[in-house]
């Protein structure tokens, strides 16, 4: 018997068959088996679709209807579903039956993403594999207070780097944050502030500044110089400057990183995640300066230090070497710049005539679209309704019909903001740009109608709100 053949009287397993007989439970096996709010919010919004299959940066639901996905999976969709090219990848490696995770060889396709990783990061020199975004800020949190040998570290409010204890004590939003203490010592700043930076840093306990060149939570970009300066007054008090790119690396802002937007930024350490997985595998990676991997790992004795069992393994190093292939020969990044240009200055254009908006900003295709209190009597006694009793209701009411009327995925870009973040597949095109501003302008027409079913569903968020405190 070879190891592929099922023992003897074994019953064989079906995919396929187990997805037909019980895929139908869906929302019910959650609602038992896992987090139980996850369908109540779903069904209360009305975000509970039942999707068949996906491709590229649309889904489609059992009767064939085509849904455009502006969210990507919260950005780990950067190639869109199922690229062929990562889909082959992953077909490779699992036919080559490698010898993988053996923990007491090393395998080549680890050191050949990490060089490849590197090519796009001239100033870092070494990669630390980990499985998720949360875990490669672990790594960086670890690393720099060890080679700094300082215990406090530094983050931006509003931020957001993962939920796992260290990232959570870095986490700039309240809410993630409440119940979980004591986390490691930490302190927030403003992102922009060099002042707070400054008091901060001049009492020398500080091992690190971590900071999203664009913050997720209401796409918040960091003003023009001060990555650049950040980093200057870190290094003259023997702190590192932490990039989480986690979110806005691999094209996702027009440049390979977010950061190399601004010259002369060479951050220590760099977080990578979410896209890099080709949407299949999880993985993390942590980017560093020799000499902080060298301090890290400084004897045989500390060779198992920092590291993770999963970490390396061949499936999620073949995606993420496919997934830089394919960012090179299709020019991912320079495709992300031109659409999401295209879509910003479609968006900037419809400020002036809608009220209801106050902002769009961003780089790339990582977009917010900002609304605020409008002037006019009836829609402002409408707005404020809303905002008694929740702020980001209205955002909320927008995004509702853009996929019950349009079949467009979008979602508000954090708890308590009135902001929609786009974060589409790098791959979209003008065609789905046009699709989603046209679907854009209908919602707001509606909205400023000051009537209808857009209304109608706040009324019913408002109860849902009030329900809830």
């Not at 530094?154 to 809410?175: D, I, M, Q």
């Not at 299949?280 to 060298?294: E, N, S």
């Not at 409408?382 to 929740?390: F, I, K, S, V």
């Amino acid at each position: 018997m070879t190891t592929a053949e099922p023992a003897a009287g074994a019953k064989e397993f079906d995919l396929g068959r187990l997805l037909a007989e019980r895929g139908a439970e869906r929302y019910e096996l959650h609602a038992r088996h896992l987090n139980h709010q996850l369908p109540r919010m779903l069904h209360t919004i009305g975000f509970d679709k039942v999707y068949e299959r996906a491709e590229g940066a649309h889904f489609w639901d059992a009767d064939g209807n085509d849904y455009l996905d502006m969210l990507a999976g919260f950005g780990v969709m950067g190639l869109g579903r199922h690229h062929p090219v990562v889909r082959k990848a992953l077909h490779d490696v699992l036919d080559a039956s490698l010898a993988d995770l053996t923990r007491f060889d090393c395998q080549p396709l680890p050191g050949l993403l990490a060089e490849k990783l590197l090519t796009h990061s001239p100033h870092l020199d070494r990669v630390f594999f980990g499985n998720s975004g949360t875990e490669a800020v672990e790594t960086a949190l670890k690393f720099a207070r060890y080679v700094t040998g300082r215990p406090r570290v530094l983050y931006c409010a509003h931020a957001f780097h993962g939920l796992t204890t260290g990232a959570l004590s870095v986490n700039g939003e309240s809410g993630f944050r409440d119940g979980f203490a004591p986390l490691l010592p930490d302190t927030a700043v403003p992102l922009g502030d060099l002042d707070a930076l400054a008091r901060e840093v001049k009492k020398d306990d500080v091992a690190a500044l971590i900071v999203e060149p664009i913050q997720g939570k209401g796409v918040h970009e960091a003003p023009p110089g001060y990555l650049r300066a950040a980093q200057e007054l870190l290094h003259q008090h023997k702190a590192l400057l932490i990039a989480d790119e986690v979110q806005t690396g691999l094209g996702r802002t027009g440049d390979f990183y977010a950061y190399q937007h601004e010259d002369g930024v060479e951050p220590d350490l760099v977080c990578v995640a979410k896209a890099l997985s080709g949407g299949y595998v999880p993985v993390g990676a942590t980017l560093g300066r020799d000499w902080i991997f060298k301090k890290v790992y400084s004897s045989i004795d500390r060779v198992l230090v920092h590291s993770a069992s999963f970490g390396s393994n061949a499936q999620a190093m073949a995606a993420g070497l496919a997934v830089l292939s394919v960012m090179d020969d299709e020019r991912i990044v320079a495709r992300a710049r031109a659409t999401g240009e295209l879509l910003k200055s479609r968006l900037v254009a419809l400020v002036d005539k809608y009220e209801l908006l106050s902002d769009v900003r961003g780089r790339g295709l990582m977009i917010g679209i900002e609304f605020g209190k409008p002037k006019s009597l009836g829609l402002r006694s409408r707005w404020t309704m809303l905002q008694a009793a929740r702020k980001g209701l209205f955002a909320q009411m927008v995004v509702a019909p853009l996929l019950q009327r349009h079949r467009i995925l979008t979602q508000v870009s954090g708890d308590h903001v009135e902001v929609i973040k786009l974060i589409p597949p790098l791959v979209i095109g003008e065609r789905d740009v046009d699709r989603f501003v046209d679907a854009f302008t209908d919602v707001m027409d509606d909205a400023h109608s000051g009537s209808g079913l857009l209304w109608d569903f706040g009324k019913t968020l408002v109860k849902q709100a009030v329900a809830n405190r």
